[in-house]
């Protein structure tokens, strides 16, 4: 006898348009890594692109929590369909202005498009009495193993067959419309669906009272960490392929830190001693700072697999707290949560490249990056020290 899935149609959808996503992401900084863009034009390619995702996470994020997730997020895929296609002319340009619009409506799109689904997803299995925290997880284990996928191909098949990548987005853009439409017209809002009956079993709730407080923490130790994961992800490609390796294969480099975020988000799943237990998440955070030196050894295979390896851990790290804590709301503002989520995540990969594009300027190899995780560590450490005496 079947005991459930553990995943609903939305959590497939979400990693299928991730992988699109990563797919459409790397694409742009090989594209830029390719025409031999400086590294701070394409950590201004990605600001921009940021600014927008920033910007329609923020000031659109809420509109399912007033009109419907679902009857916002399907013609919003109809649409990105036609903006794939539009990749193609881009990338038969050789055009900066055409990159950055390509770049401000992808980010565009997925700065509207997680906010939705974090949204649709939080309120919709609180209906089915879900544990809250098995939302978050399952949520973050379908994006991140999408990521994987769209981080490890991009820069390969933008440079052997770059139309398929165009293809493929709008493809599934298309077919995600359809598939969202009918669920849409059958189900309203809610996603039924027979769950495994470990997704109901009911864990230790965190101090509500001081809920806020732990947001507003790991939002900005989340901030702080993914400025440098996506450096890393925004400009290996060209580092990458200034030591001696071949641009196409930057990817399967790169997808190292992917892979980290995918089995960390599996680890504090299993292990879920960090809930409501500020001290022991600041010892997990403190492999931010630990993690420094590697970023100034002599650049190399081992050494682009090791940055990118604890990158994507010290990112993953806040990212959960930062998610768990957001969405684990006792008001019905999932969306508004969302998309102050993906605010956080905006600003952070906005600002990360562009600041590391003008540190590498400077200081080549990876010591650019290396100077700039120092200031950040010294913040994160901080801002870890404030909250500790602040929660007592």
């Known amino acids: 006898m079947k005991k459930g899935a553990f995943f609903n149609l939305f959590n497939y959808l979400v990693s299928i348009f991730s992988m699109v996503g990563y797919l459409l992401f790397s694409s742009i900084n090989t594209i830029a890594a390719d025409w031999g863009l400086p590294y701070s034009t394409i950590g201004k390619i990605n600001f921009t692109g940021y600014l927008f995702y920033t910007l329609i996470?923020?000031?659109l994020g809420s509109l399912g929590d007033r009109y419907g997730y679902k009857r916002i997020l399907f013609p919003s895929m109809f649409f990105?369909?036609?903006?794939?296609?539009?990749?193609?002319?881009?990338?038969?340009?050789?055009?900066?202005?055409?990159?950055?619009l390509?770049?401000?409506?992808?980010?565009?799109?997925?700065?509207?498009?997680?906010?939705?689904?974090?949204?649709?997803?939080s309120r919709a299995e609180?209906?089915?009495?879900?544990?809250?925290?098995?939302?978050?997880?399952?949520?973050?284990?379908?994006?991140?193993?999408?990521?994987?996928?769209g981080m490890a191909f991009g820069p390969y098949l933008i440079q052997k067959s770059p139309f398929s990548v165009f293809s493929i987005a709008a493809l599934v853009?298309?077919?995600?419309?359809?598939?969202?439409?009918?669920?849409?017209?059958?189900?309203?809002?809610?996603?039924?669906?027979?769950?495994?009956?470990?997704?109901?079993?009911?864990?230790?709730?965190?101090d509500f009272p001081k809920i806020a407080l732990y947001r507003k923490t790991y939002r900005f130790s989340l901030v702080l960490a993914a400025m440098v994961f996506s450096s890393v992800?925004?400009?290996?490609?060209?580092?990458?392929?200034?030591?001696?390796i071949s641009l196409e294969n930057a990817g399967f480099l790169v997808v190292v830190g992917n892979i980290a975020v995918f089995l960390t988000f599996i680890l504090m799943t299993r292990y879920r001693f960090w809930v409501g237990n500020p001290r022991l998440s600041f010892v997990l955070i403190l492999l931010f700072p630990l993690s420094i030196p590697l970023f100034f050894l002599n650049t190399?295979?081992?050494?682009?697999?090791l940055v990118a390896l604890f990158s994507g851990i010290n990112y993953s790290i806040p990212y959960t707290f930062a998610i768990f804590y957001g969405l684990n709301s006792p008001h019905e503002d999932h969306g508004k949560q969302g998309g102050l989520h993906e605010?956080?995540?905006?600003?952070?990969?906005?600002l990360g490249p562009l600041l590391s594009g003008y540190f590498l300027e400077i200081w080549p190899g990876l010591y650019g990056i290396g100077i700039l995780v120092v200031f950040l560590s010294a913040i994160s450490v901080a801002n870890q020290f404030l909250f500790m005496k602040r929660v007592k």
């Open 233 to 244: 992800i925004s400009l290996f490609p060209k580092l990458i392929s200034m030591s001696g």
């Open 102 to 121: 390509f770049a401000i409506a992808v980010y565009s799109y997925f700065g509207l498009f997680y906010p939705l689904v974090e949204g649709l997803l």
């Open 57 to 59: 996470a923020l000031f």
């Open 343 to 350: 605010t956080m995540i905006g600003i952070s990969f906005g």
């Open 80 to 100: 990105f369909t036609a903006i794939s296609l539009s990749g193609m002319l881009v990338y038969g340009s050789n055009s900066l202005v055409f990159l950055y």
């Open 300 to 305: 190399g295979v081992w050494t682009f697999l």
């Open 126 to 149: 609180k209906l089915e009495k879900i544990e809250p925290s098995l939302t978050t997880t399952r949520f973050t284990l379908s994006w991140s193993s999408g990521n994987m996928l």
């Open 173 to 206: 853009s298309f077919l995600g419309g359809l598939i969202v439409y009918r669920h849409t017209n059958k189900y309203g809002e809610r996603i039924p669906f027979k769950g495994h009956p470990a997704l109901f079993q009911k864990h230790r709730e965190v």
